[in-house]
């Protein structure tokens, strides 16, 4: 599947949709990321996801609208991101924390790219690299592929929000899975 999506300001878009911020359009907007984020509220912090908020969409598919399984638009997040492996059972980080590179994020889900096999199913990551506190968003992995470049890519689904003592649990950066 191809999509090709692009998010124009308000002055680029039609007259057709009122642009007034407090437009009924733009409420529904928010109150639908809101509804869509409740269980993940660090979402809402993130500048790539509340540009979906403050602008239209339009998508493109070359199949029917029908085959497409994805309710929100995926937007670029390129950025570094901190990622272990997570255990459902007792809620904890069981690696170290690795940097890992954002590739896209929506309200849903996140794909990244990694130098190494990520073992676990379930995986947290963080985008509060230099805060004492940080806020995981813990993700049940999707699909992982080796690509061209040497490099893996992952993608999945957010689960639930965790917050972890940077300096009491958190193990030390730049350590590999095992």
């Known amino acids: 599947m191809r ?11 039609p ?6 911020e407090n437009s009924e359009f733009y409420q529904g907007k928010r109150a639908a990321f809101f509804r869509e984020t409740a269980h993940v ?5 993130i500048p790539e996801l509340n540009k979906l908020i403050d602008s239209v969409v339009a998508s493109w598919y070359l199949e029917p609208s029908s085959i497409s399984s994805r309710e929100w638009h995926r937007i670029p997040c390129q950025r570094p991101l901190g990622l272990a492996a997570f255990n459902p059972q007792t809620r904890q980080l069981e690696s170290d924390l690795q940097i890992v590179t954002g590739r896209n994020i929506s309200v849903r889900g996140i794909s990244f790219t990694h130098p190494s096999h990520i ?3 379930e995986v947290a990551v963080t985008f509060d690299l230099d805060q004492p506190v940080q806020e995981f968003l813990v993700v049940r992995l ?4 080796f690509s061209k470049k040497r490099t893996f890519q992952s993608g999945g689904l957010f689960l639930s929000q965790i917050q972890i003592d940077a300096d009491q649990q958190l193990p030390a950066v730049g350590s590999q899975f095992h």
């Open 3 to 13: 999509q090709a999506v692009r998010a124009y300001p308000s002055d680029v878009f």
């Open 142 to 145: 999707a699909w992982s592929r």
């Open 15 to 20: 007259k057709a949709i009122d642009e007034d």
């Open 119 to 121: 073992y676990s199913r």
């Open 41 to 45: 509220p660090c979402l809402r912090r």
